[in-house]
C-alpha cells in the first residue's frame, strides 16, 4: 500500500486535472467555432488523465473518496474565483466549509 501522504499528492493531483479539464470543456462550449475543437480535446486529454491518475494506484478509492471532494471543491472554487473572476456566495462558502470537514473526518478517521 502507498503512504498517506502519496495517496494525498495523487488524489490533490486529479481533483486539480478534473477541475481544470472540466474549465477547459466549458470553455470550448463558449469559444468560437475555430477554437472550440481544441478546448474540447485538450479539455478530454486533461479529463483522461484525471481519470488515469485516480484509477491507476493500488488504493481503495473509497476509503480516499472524502479527501477527494474536498480537494475538487476548493480547487473548483479556486478556479471560479480566480480565473472566472466569480465570487463565491456565502451559502457555497457555508456548504464547503461542511464538505471540507465531512471530508476531513472520513480522511482521518483511520
Given amino acids: ?50 481519470g488515469w491518475s485516480v484509477n491507476r494506484p493500488p488504493w481503495k478509492f473509497s476509503e480516499l473518496l472524502g479527501l477527494y471532494v474536498v480537494f475538487f471543491f476548493v480547487t473548483a472554487q479556486a478556479i471560479s474565483f480566480f480565473i472566472l473572476k466569480e465570487t463565491i456566495p456565502k451559502p457555497v462558502i457555508a456548504g464547503g466549509s461542511l464538505i471540507i470537514a465531512g471530508g476531513l473526518v472520513i480522511f482521518l478517521s483511520k
Wanted: no cysteine; glycine share 8%.
Fill in 1 to 50: 500500500m502507498m503512504s498517506r501522504s502519496t495517496s494525498t499528492l495523487i488524489l490533490l493531483s486529479a481533483a486539480i486535472l478534473e477541475a481544470v479539464g472540466d474549465w477547459m470543456v466549458r470553455r470550448g462550449m463558449h469559444a468560437s467555432s475555430s477554437e472550440r475543437v481544441i478546448w474540447f480535446v485538450i479539455g478530454a486529454g486533461v479529463l483522461f488523465a484525471y
